[in-house]
């Protein structure tokens, strides 16, 4: 990766940095320049400018929108540290009750996502009304170190680095099926009754997080009839009476039309990881969420007991 020395760096003007942030970002000049409110032609000569005092090319820009050079990736995270430190010298300046404002990128697997953020979002704008908060759901892989997002929930322990992790929370999957399809075809109360019956699962090929391969564990003789990348939809076949599918416990016991079965020989046990850049931790908009983030979970495990 192509290193900035630090004589260029600290003859660098904020303003630009901060304009580069933006078009890192958003993915291009035009995404960056509404996110600023600014002319579309001021940021690309800002970045022009930025990469004159460099030295180097930081962006390639195509009408596909912006991506970072080698320069540009490696600018990143003194951008990001000088953005922290600007931060928290404003935060000092104005006083400790300043309130956290920005936006903040969230990603998240797609049950966390739409089951446990979803519903609280509510309650996060009404204690911090200048967040704009941007919830991520997908059963992808995330790359925080592409920016993907500013702070990512994941389903393992990221690798060793530069990342700040923590676990949040333990969860649980079951099988289920709905109380309609259970009174039509009869109990589910042995590996052997799962015989020749329907089921409702990812697209194999379509995965790429290896905790969302489970299903293999307990199929015997099962045919998948239905799947999808969405664990949502795959919850919605289910109570619909289609067939029978490992679902998250914590959400599907929200739905009155679900039975779990077999709950004491089908349990398959995961955690939740908070992941975020160590810079990032100093983002009162990033703390804020990460702080939501944590008391939802604490939240969570009370109401279960």
């Not at 180097?56 to 080698?70: E, F, I, K, M, Q």
């Not at 509510?122 to 200048?130: G, K, M, N, V």
């Not at 046990?269 to 160590?278: E, I």
């Amino acid at each position: 990766m192509c290193k900035i020395s630090y004589a260029k760096l600290a003859m660098l003007n904020w303003d630009d940095l901060r304009i580069f942030l933006a078009v890192a970002r958003e993915g291009g000049l035009l995404p960056a320049a509404r996110r600023l409110g600014l002319d579309h032609t001021t940021v690309a000569r800002r970045i022009s400018t930025l990469e004159e005092a460099v030295g180097a090319r930081l962006v390639d820009r195509s009408p596909r929108g912006a991506r970072l050079t080698d320069a540009g990736a490696g600018m990143i995270e003194h951008a990001e540290r000088m953005e922290a430190e600007a931060v928290v010298a404003g935060s000092a300046w104005k006083g400790a009750d300043q309130q956290a404002s920005g936006v903040v990128r969230l990603a998240t697997p797609e049950a966390f996502g739409a089951w446990l953020v979803a519903p609280a979002v509510r309650a996060f704008h009404d204690q911090y009304p200048e967040i704009q908060l941007e919830l991520v759901p997908e059963s992808r892989l995330i790359s925080l170190s592409k920016r993907d997002a500013d702070l990512a929930v994941m389903l393992s322990r990221p690798p060793q680095g530069r990342l700040f992790a923590q676990r949040l929370i333990d969860y649980e999957l079951g099988l289920f099926a709905s109380r309609a399809y259970l009174e039509e075809t009869g109990a589910v109360d042995s590996l052997d009754a799962l015989k020749g019956r329907p089921l409702v699962g990812y697209i194999d090929e379509m995965i790429d997080i290896p905790e969302l391969r489970y299903v293999d564990q307990f199929a015997n003789g099962s045919k998948t009839v239905f799947r999808s990348t969405s664990i949502t939809a795959q919850q919605i076949a289910v109570s619909a009476g289609l067939g029978l599918g490992v679902l998250h416990v914590f959400a599907a016991e929200q739905n009155p039309q679900l039975i779990r079965v077999m709950a004491e020989r089908i349990s398959i046990k995961r955690s939740y990881w908070l992941a975020m850049h160590p810079d990032q931790r100093r983002l009162p908009r990033v703390r804020a969420v990460a702080d939501f983030l944590r008391g939802l979970t604490r939240a969570h495990l009370r109401h279960r007991g």
